[in-house]
């Protein structure tokens, strides 16, 4: 583990004693370690003076999810043949409202990265300041190359077992990695048909069956503003910033739209077989021709050299030895290494916000914190997506649609809130520790709620 952010030996001591308890009661499952140290070595030193939070046991009983639901999810594919893939549902903390976070499709998912995940859920559902508790789930299946009856029957086989577990004032899916539009929308329709209710028990569905605009564009739109809005607290902004973006999916295709947008030059996006590279930046029209590449003709990001002759495609690399002023990793988790971090330091980086749960290492993170770089964390920083989606649980119950205009300034909005409870817990005089302000504005609510209910 790395070193403990407090020089008092007592708190290190419970520190320690605390995350060799995680450890011990969950072997095997590394991203939920890291996800817990890093909440835990921010709020230890926060607590440290404060009794109650330790008499009733607050963070040992926030590192055990409410329940996990664990399944199997038999489907034919299309030759006839039975296949068989888990599923997962993890209702982390339902503390403050309803469990809410996305179901994800890879064949990465196992117990560890969904109880992360559903973990850090619970504190970024805490900062948008709507009424919604943590959770995740997903399944070891791999969309990619299957045929859409091959993905309509294997959605409509997860929430056959799912259904029974999830409601709209109980558990509120949404969409993640490998679920779209069109998985959220299978989903429903299966969950419909076994119940008769026409409910928000999804949500990221499609608009004609109340679907709420702007989800689409949320998360990336936020992550965006999240930047803008730690520089604008130090009077700089987007305007005029190089800035590296990963991914290619629907966050990092509109963090790099928001970034033109607001001024900035995006200079890179990337896929799992590499990176480009566009030393004249992703204008709108490429932006445009990207969607459409990666969202609905599915190809690869090599591709787009092949149009625009001036840019370079990077196999098997991340973009995060470009020089750049800024940078927003919106792949996935843990890719930005240390090294990765040091690079961008030396290069001059003056701020990251993470796009993606958890891209960063620790001990990136750490690199970052120590050289004084601007650090949005995922829980604060990616949260628009979830925020959209608490907004489209409220219009699913009052049988509304906002316009686009009245979601985006929502959206606006929720971002300054979350960057405004962060700046109130991590003021370091010299320097705005944003990540502690996230962990710590997320912890007090789910833990005062969670006082307030006693023994349970």
């Not at 940078?327 to 040091?342: G, I």
Request: charged content about 25%.
């Amino acid at each position: 583990m790395s070193k403990v952010h407090t020089s008092d030996d007592k708190t290190k001591e419970y520190m320690a004693r605390f995350m060799e308890g995680v450890e011990k009661r969950n072997p095997g499952e590394p991203e939920f370690h890291q996800a817990v140290y890093e909440l835990a070595s921010t709020v230890f030193p926060y607590i440290a003076d404060k009794p109650h939070y330790h008499a009733m046991q607050i963070l040992e009983r926030m590192a055990e999810p409410d329940r996990v639901i664990y399944f199997r999810v038999p489907w034919t594919d299309d030759e006839g043949h039975i296949r068989n893939n888990r599923g997962f549902r993890v209702q982390f903390s339902g503390a403050i409202g309803p469990y809410k976070g996305g179901i994800r499709f890879h064949p990465s998912v196992n117990l560890s990265i969904l109880k992360f995940l559903g973990f850090e859920q619970t504190f970024k559902n805490s900062l948008t300041g709507l009424p919604m508790g943590g959770g995740k789930g997903g399944a070891n299946f791999n969309p990619k190359g299957k045929s859409d009856n091959e993905i309509m029957r294997f959605c409509q086989s997860f929430i056959t077992e799912l259904y029974r577990h999830i409601g709209e004032d109980t558990d509120v899916p949404a969409g993640d990695i490998g679920v779209g539009a069109r998985e959220i929308g299978y989903m429903f329709g299966q969950y419909r048909r076994i119940t008769n209710r026409f409910v928000g028990v999804l949500t990221g569905k499609g608009l004609e069956f109340g679907g709420s605009k702007m989800r689409t564009e949320a998360t990336g739109y936020g992550c965006a503003y999240y930047m803008e809005y730690m520089l604008n607290h130090r009077g700089d902004g987007i305007k005029g910033k190089r800035c590296l973006v990963s991914g290619s999916g629907n966050v990092a295709l509109h963090c790099a739209e928001k970034i033109v947008q607001l001024g900035g030059t995006s200079l890179t996006l990337s896929d799992s077989g590499g990176f480009i590279y566009d030393p004249n930046g992703l204008d709108q029209e490429k932006i445009d021709w990207l969607k459409d590449l990666k969202g609905v003709k599915r190809g690869r990001i090599s591709e787009y050299t092949e149009k625009f002759y001036d840019a370079e495609f990077h196999s098997g690399a991340r973009p995060w030895g470009i020089a750049a002023d800024l940078a927003f990793p919106c792949a996935t988790q843990n890719e930005v290494e240390a090294d990765e971090a040091r690079t961008m330091i030396n290069n001059g980086l003056i701020g990251i916000a993470e796009g993606a749960n958890m891209p960063c290492v620790a001990e990136a993170a750490e690199a970052f914190i120590a050289a004084k770089v601007l650090f949005g964390p995922a829980k604060a920083a990616n949260a628009g997506g979830v925020g959209v989606s608490g907004l489209e649980m409220s219009q699913n119950a009052a049988r509304i649609a906002w316009d686009e205009d009245t979601l985006h300034s929502h959206l606006k909005e929720m971002m300054k809130r979350i960057h405004d409870s962060c700046v109130q817990y991590g003021d370091e005089g010299d320097y705005m520790n944003y990540l502690s302000g996230a962990n710590i504005a997320g912890f007090v609510k789910v833990a005062d709620a969670m006082l307030a209910y006693g023994h349970i």
